[in-house]
């Protein structure tokens, strides 16, 4: 019995070993704070009080102690001016409160400036042994301050599958519950089937609410092969956008003439290092889908990242991929207008733990990015630059990459190449589909070739030489003529000889 009493009281003991920590920033911490407890602080609460500077909007903690092997425990949580903000015991080596989100044991919320404390709990000390302990301190705010702390293994550059627009309890995202009865459906839902399908990222983009946040920093140390990006979809009476990358509250009412504005929520977006891109902009408006079509005013493009030219809700509609509920002319008209605009898909989903393969689904469809790892900033930049594809069947393995070539000079997706009227063009097209499919280059709207697929692999097409500036991008069709892949553009523009 008492060597039974040993290994349970050793067990118990041993009960605070710290989880594997979350990702702290890389950059140097603004403050460290180290000491040295003994045998007279055990059983006793020691405060180290810590000034938080103005303009803080998430603070993060990374805590470690040495003598670990002699039995010390020590136990962290945190107090502001206004009481606890949370308590972890020996559970967690770093953790984050912010305005919208905290690591599990502590409460989000406002970061007032100021003094707060560090609070430690010394359950053990045995006699004789000294354990210097260090904290360090990051105060963060504007762009760094919106990236959840993913533990993903980032295995560096490479095509990288997601689904951009989703929805939760947290707005209008419902499913069935174990009674069989309609519920608000829990974010771990979405997640779970996110993870089923294959995905390497997602963005949860509830209706103008950054509460699921919270959730998400919940279940990133679970979903440890999925990148979790904080967004939002912005609900408006004159259209939707989805926010990326921000976890900053932000203020969505917009009206003519009113305070908050398009262009004004974009510029905070974008100083906060996020990503705007306008939802389903060809849906009609009204009471079957109230503000869902894009009447913005006065929205200036040249604040726009991207257009969802696929919508998993409007792909179930007829002509919904290309015809005339789609993204598709939107974005085409923009590129025309010289407003460098990616586009991309996203699933719409509302039903998390809905399994069924068709559109609306969850990666159904998948935007698939090229990206210089697999991290919130990778994923964001690739966006960006346009380097993606969107796969309507959320197939593994497909490919669907695009460049066009003069005698000079060659651009890739998202890119731009200037050429001389009538040069000689080459458009190269990397595809993976099904054989059967046909590969479809078009400039703008006109298909200029079309190539039945027998196997995957490059393909060079010629365009005959252009006196007009030109959009192309591709598209890939079923044998059935079903629209499986589609690309970004490469706009040539025309320059005069030199």
């Known amino acids: 019995m008492m060597r039974w009493l040993g290994f349970i009281l ?17 950059r140097r911490p603004d403050r460290v704070i180290t000491a040295v407890i003994t045998r007279a602080d055990h059983q006793r609460y020691r405060r180290v009080p810590f000034i938080v500077p ?15 092997e002699q039995k010390t425990v020590i136990d962290l949580a945190v107090e502001d001016q206004h009481g606890l903000r949370g308590s972890s015991g020996g559970n967690k080596a770093n953790f984050t409160i912010g305005e919208s989100d905290a690591t599990p044991s502590y409460l989000s919320g406002r970061i007032a400036p100021g003094q707060w404390q560090l609070v430690l709990a010394v359950p053990n000390i045995r006699p004789g042994i000294s354990a210097r302990w260090t904290a360090r301190l990051w105060f963060l705010r504007g762009a760094e301050a919106g990236t959840l702390a993913s533990p993903v293994i980032d295995p560096g550059p490479g095509w990288y599958h997601g689904d951009l627009h989703l929805h939760t309890a947290h707005s209008d995202g419902v499913c069935t519950s174990q ?45 440890d092969r999925l990148l979790l990006i904080p967004g939002r979809e912005i609900t408006t009476f004159f259209g939707h956008f989805n926010i990326f990358g921000v976890s900053t509250a932000i ?16 510029d905070r977006v974008h100083a906060l290092g996020g990503l ?3 939802n389903h902009p060809a849906l009609p408006s009204g009471e079957p889908c109230m503000g869902c079509g894009w009447a913005m005013p006065a929205a200036d493009l040249r604040r726009v990242d991207a257009i969802e030219v696929v919508n998993g809700g409007a792909a179930r509609l007829p002509g919904g991929v290309v015809g005339v509920l789609s993204g598709m002319q939107m974005w085409l008209n923009a590129l025309s207008d010289g407003h460098p605009i990616a586009a991309i898909g996203g699933s719409d989903n509302h039903d998390g733990a809905q399994a069924a393969d068709l559109a609306g689904t969850i990666g159904r469809p998948t935007t698939v990015v090229w990206a210089d790892g697999l991290n919130q900033q990778a994923i964001l930049a690739g966006i960006r630059a346009g380097r993606v594809f969107v796969d309507l069947a959320g197939t593994a393995g497909s490919m669907l990459d695009l460049a066009v070539t003069s005698d000079r000079s060659t651009a890739t997706m998202g890119g731009q190449l200037n050429a001389k009227p009538g040069e000689a063009l080459v458009v190269r097209v990397s595809v993976r589909a099904p054989t059967g499919c046909t590969l479809d280059i078009l400039a703008g ?17 010629p365009i005959n030489r252009p006196e007009r500036p030109l959009v192309v991008h591709a598209l890939v069709r079923s ?20």
Not at 10 to 26: F, I, K, M, N, T
Not at 59 to 67: R, S
């Open 479 to 498: 044998p059935e003529g079903k629209i499986r892949l589609l690309s970004n553009a490469v706009v040539v523009s025309l320059r005069n000889p030199d």
């Open 54 to 68: 103005r303009g803080t909007v998430r603070l993060m903690v990374a805590f470690d102690y040495d003598t670990r």
């Open 445 to 461: 709207e006109d298909v200029i070739a079309s190539r039945v697929l027998n196997d995957s692999g490059d393909y060079m097409v």
């Open 179 to 223: 009674q069989g009865r309609s519920v608000p459906c829990p974010v771990f839902k979405t997640l779970e089937m996110a993870a089923a399908r294959g995905l390497d990222f997602v963005a949860i983009t509830d209706h103008n609410s950054s509460s699921a946040q919270a959730a998400m920093r919940e279940a990133e140390p679970y979903f």
């Open 276 to 278: 705007v891109s306008i």
């Open 10 to 26: 050793a067990v118990l003991v041993s009960g605070s070993a710290v989880a594997a920590p979350s990702a702290v920033p890389a």
């Open 251 to 266: 203020d969505y009412r917009v009206t003519p003439g009113g305070p908050v504005t398009f262009n004004a929520i974009a």
